[in-house]
T-cell receptor
């Protein structure tokens, strides 16, 4: 299994530009999570999906952030317009459930720098 | 609101020592607790998952315990090695939704 795949690994963009981060979860996993990690705030959950449906987006900082999961093998996190304070490492994670809760598996992350 | 705290924030030990990392949480109504390891510039690697009905889990040199009533978990690392150097994060799950709340982590350095 290739694990959770994220792209790009690094993104540098100018303030005001649109940024799209991509994630491919582990096959067979029905939960997908987007996290953001910064030195100041640590690891924060932004949004998560179950069976491609957004369940909780209370962690999305503002309307500039949006996430989609058009099918079980692909999700995007979009920031439009981007701002310097969005600079962080964005992680995607996936897990499965069958009545019990199982481990979350994380991707390598996308390091976003907004100048 | 659930808050997760990890103490100490940083720890340096000589190789071979046994060590304990601590994690505390404010709301004892958790569903599970997970320990992760994060190497610099990398993603998180799951180490152990403890369900709320369990008291401990073991994997190799790692042992994690859970005391829900006191809001605490510990990660015990036996015979530490330089390769164990990393940041260790605990995260608690508050419901049957896999949603995790993370602690701030403990940065561990094992000196050869």
């Amino acid at each position: 299994d290739a694990g959770v795949i994220q792209s790009p690994r690094h993104e540098v963009t100018e303030m005001g530009q649109e940024v799209t981060l991509r994630c491919k979860p582990i096959s067979g996993h029905d939960y997908l999570f987007w996290y953001r990690q910064t030195m100041m705030r640590g690891l924060e959950l932004l949004i998560y999906f179950n069976n491609n449906v957004p369940i909780d987006d209370s962690g999305m900082p503002e309307d500039r952030f949006s996430a989609k999961m058009p099918n079980a093998s692909f999700s995007t996190l979009k920031i439009q317009p981007s701002e310097p304070r969005d600079s962080a490492v964005y992680f995607c994670a996936s897990s499965r459930s069958d009545g019990l809760v199982y481990e979350q598996y994380f991707g390598p992350g996308t390091r976003l720098t907004v100048t | 609101k659930q808050e997760v705290t990890q103490i100490p924030a940083a720890l340096s030990v000589p190789e071979g020592e046994n060590l304990v990392l601590n994690c505390s949480f404010t709301d004892s109504a958790i569903y599970n607790l997970q320990w992760f390891r994060q190497d610099p510039g990398k993603g998180l690697t799951s180490l152990l998952l403890i369900q709320s009905s369990q008291r401990e889990q073991t994997s190799g040199r790692l042992n994690a315990s859970l005391d829900k009533s006191s809001g605490r978990s510990t990660l015990y690392i036996a015979a530490s090695q330089p390769g164990d150097s990393a940041t260790y994060l605990c995260a608690v799950g508050g419901g049957a939704t896999n949603k995790l709340i993370f602690g701030t982590g403990t940065l561990l350095a094992v000196q050869p």
